[in-house]
Nanobody, 116 residues
Framework: QVQLVESGGGLVQPGGSLRLSCTAS????????MGWYRQAPGNQRELVAT???????NYADSVKGRFTISRDNAKNTVDLQMNSLKPEDTAVYYC??????????WGQGTQVTVSS
């Protein structure tokens, strides 16, 4: 059974930083593309960043240059380093694990609030 557990959310002032982590279990981690998505109230869930098993990354234009996604295949973890945070980054952030063969799974989400 796939399990994704996020941590690291919280309240931060504009311009601050947070680091989100997601630990996966129940999967062959290295074959999965891992990703972070977010959903703000009243909005659809949107892609933030993804990273393939080989380390190729993809970012939403809104976070390029501010966020960095990374993974550790030995520890089954994927992190999202978020710098220069803006109020519009406020959302629930979800970890995602996906393959063509097995489909996608989601974590329970972690709240990130950027406010002064």
């Amino acid at each position: 059974q796939v399990q994704l557990v996020e941590s690291g959310g919280g309240l931060v002032q504009p311009g601050g930083s947070l680091r989100l982590s997601c630990t996966a279990s129940g999967i062959i981690f290295s074959i999965y593309t891992m990703g972070w998505y977010r959903q703000a109230p009243g909005n659809q869930r949107e892609l933030v960043a993804t990273i393939t098993g080989g380390g190729r990354t993809n970012y939403a234009d809104s976070v390029k240059g501010r966020f960095t996604i990374s993974r550790d295949n030995a520890k089954n973890t994927v992190d999202l380093q978020m710098n220069s945070l803006k109020p519009e980054d406020t959302a629930v952030y979800y970890c995602n694990a996906a393959t063509m063969l097995y489909g996608a799974s989601w974590g329970q989400g972690t709240q990130v609030t950027v406010s002064s």
